[in-house]
């Protein structure tokens, strides 16, 4: 590998994946204005396994567990692995079932149909509402939420990023004090009423734990569904591979099967660091307190590790997928969105004879910091 190259962050990038594989085959970690940016993956891996020389204590404000390193860290991620549990990921597959289906259901076919906007976005909203014991009426708001936080981050704009997240945590905690003092058995409900360290959890930090459960989360699930119903509509073989496994019921080859889709097209672009000490990664000089960016997006696409990363291979490239993260801050979520995809996936591909992208329209990426598509128009059979 080379020096570090320099990202242009003014450039509009029509694929930002095209744009990383290119700075990932002259170097392992590049330069951003003034951060780094990790993007092959044994940095990225070696960055994100090594808690000591690179904190995850990045955010403006405290974010639980995320922001948390150590023993600090592990105790509330604690908290919050007791909620998502095989057995309790599996309570939950009815009513996102019921939720697929119905949505599927009332989409017209032979005409064009916004993937993201009336599949993705109504998906992931009623199915963590459902799971969070969240009113069905406040839909249209936490839609518009997604909306306008998906336009902040792409923006720029931390004032404007500050103010749709204040925001969140206001209806978060409006929330909280309907739950107060009430009989009602749901998530909500029980984190008001969990403890740490022998206390109870506060205010802020439930409010913390569900911001990082469903702020980032309802716009990932949504802009996941987009990805996956891309690559079915473009990939013709592949999607009667994925009708093969729907018919056989094979689950564990379609948990296996979203997951190499979101390797190859990962939304999931990137997390932050902040370097502890001087560090020496991939012929980069980190300094002290310098902030590095894991890409996954570009790690996922490494030839060095998954040779033609475009190559769909869910068993080969199983080990090393990114998507979910790796260390002590892989993603706690990982098996609720895996299961929550799959639903999605067997209700679209069972209740459909074809999927095909939209003739009349374009599908349109993201730009980053965001990763997927902005649209996904298709034809429904």
């Known amino acids: 590998m080379g020096d570090p190259a320099e990202i242009d962050s003014g450039h509009n990038w029509e694929d930002q994946r095209s744009t990383y594989d290119a700075l990932r085959a002259r170097c392992a970690v590049a330069r951003q204005e003034s951060h780094w940016v990790a993007l092959r993956h044994a940095e990225v891996v070696a960055a994100a396994t090594d808690a000591e020389a690179f904190s995850s204590n990045v955010s403006a404000r405290r974010s639980i567990p995320n922001s948390l390193d150590g023993t600090d860290h592990a105790v509330y991620r604690a908290v919050v692995d007791r909620y998502l549990t095989e057995e309790r990921v599996a309570r939950e597959e009815p009513q996102c079932r019921g939720h697929a289906a119905a949505i599927i259901d009332a989409l017209p076919r032979g005409v064009t149909v916004k993937t993201i906007a009336q599949i993705g976005t109504p998906y992931a909203v009623r199915s963590q509402s459902t799971w969070l014991g969240w009113p069905a009426d406040l839909e249209d708001e936490l839609v518009a939420w997604i909306r306008d936080n998906h336009a902040a981050t792409r923006s720029g704009d931390r004032d404007r990023t500050a103010e749709v997240a204040e925001r969140f945590d206001q209806m978060i905690r409006a929330l909280l004090e309907t739950r107060r003092g009430t009989p009602i058995a749901d998530v909500t409900s029980e984190l008001l009423n969990d403890t740490v360290e022998g206390r109870p959890l506060t205010t802020e930090e439930i409010v913390s734990i569900l911001r990082n459960w469903t702020a980032g989360d309802l716009g990932s699930l949504a802009t996941s569904v987009g990805v996956i119903v891309h690559f079915l509509a473009t990939n013709p073989h592949l999607q009667r591979d994925v009708r093969t496994l729907v018919a056989a019921n094979d689950r564990a080859a379609l948990a296996a099967a979203v997951e190499e889709i979101l390797r190859i097209d990962d939304p999931f672009v990137s997390n932050r660091r902040v370097a502890t000490r001087a560090v020496n990664l991939g012929g980069a000089e980190i300094a002290k307190d310098e902030r590095l960016v894991l890409n996954w997006a570009a790690a996922n696409r490494d030839p060095l590790v998954f040779g033609d990363p475009d190559r769909y291979d869910p068993a080969r490239n199983a080990d090393a997928n990114l998507v979910f993260g790796i260390g002590p801050h892989v993603?706690?979520?990982?098996?609720?969105?895996?299961?929550?995809?799959?639903?999605?996936?067997?209700?679209?591909?069972?209740?459909?004879?074809?999927?095909?992208?939209?003739?009349?329209?374009?599908?349109?990426?993201?730009?980053?910091?965001?990763g997927g598509w902005v649209r996904v128009p298709i034809v429904l059979r």
């Open 331 to 370: 993603c706690p979520g990982r098996a609720l969105t895996l299961m929550e995809l799959r639903v999605m996936l067997e209700e679209l591909i069972g209740r459909t004879s074809w999927i095909g992208l939209a003739p009349d329209r374009p599908a349109v990426r993201e730009t980053p910091p965001v």
